[in-house]
């Protein structure tokens, strides 16, 4: 049984640009969250993908944006970057109306310069 | 909205002895809360979940209470060892955690 899998694991990028973020869900797994960790803070919730439409949102503005596909691996893209932007990108699947935790994946982190 | 506290201070405590972290909420009682522990640069792994009826669950040297009326969850580590140096986070609420308690357990 495979984890969570995300890449990159680092990522440097000037402020404007655009990112994505890729995430391999656990096997098994059909929805994926992802979430936005400060230095020094929990996991902030962006969004969830659930059979390849989001389903739930956070509090984060539209460049912030996703995909799930068929085989419910996901993509976390963010336009025009911001320097507050620099965070862990935590990626998380789970089996939706299961009552057990979230499996994460080890994160990307990335850094707006 | 939700709001959850978590001792924000780090805790430290000698191995051996037992660890007991809090996660307080507020708002509408949870049907479950869970808790993670989360190492540096790594994303969170899931030790607990507890039901709304169940006042407790236990995972070898871990404990876990949730008392609804207090809106409160208590997180206990028994028999300490450093390698339980981490920090822990409590979800009350579907996709909302809390921001951890940092645990060192000194040899």
């Known amino acids: 049984e495979t984890g969570v899998t995300q890449s990159p694991t680092h990522l440097i990028k000037t402020r404007g640009q655009q990112v994505t973020l890729r995430c391999s869900s656990q096997s098994g797994h059909n929805t994926v969250s992802w979430y936005q960790q400060a230095l020094g803070q929990g996991p902030q919730f962006i969004f969830q993908?659930?059979?390849?439409?989001?389903?739930g949102r956070g509090n984060f503005p539209p460049r912030f944006s996703g995909l799930q596909f068929p085989n419910y691996s996901s993509e976390l893209n963010v336009n025009a970057l911001e320097l507050d932007d620099s965070a862990l990108y935590l990626c998380?699947?789970?089996?939706?109306?299961?009552?057990?935790?979230?499996?994460f994946g080890s994160g990307t982190r990335l850094t707006v310069v | 909205s939700q709001k959850i506290e978590q001792n924000s201070e780090a805790l430290n405590i000698q191995e051996g002895k037992t660890a007991t972290l809090t996660c307080n909420y507020t708002n509408y009682s949870p049907a479950y809360l869970q808790w993670y522990r989360q190492d540096p640069g790594r994303g969170p792994v899931f030790l607990l979940l507890?039901?709304?009826?169940?006042k407790e669950k236990r995972k070898e040297r871990l404990k876990v209470t949730f008392d609804t009326t207090l809106k409160q969850s208590l997180f206990h580590i028994t028999a300490s060892q450093p390698a339980d140096s981490a920090t822990y986070l409590c979800a009350p609420y579907k996709y909302i955690f809390g921001t951890g308690t940092r645990l060192k357990v000194l040899a």
């Open positions: 998380a699947s789970s089996l939706e109306g299961a009552h057990y935790g979230y499996t």
């Open positions: 507890i039901r709304e009826n169940e």
């Open positions: 993908y659930y059979r390849e439409e989001e389903n």
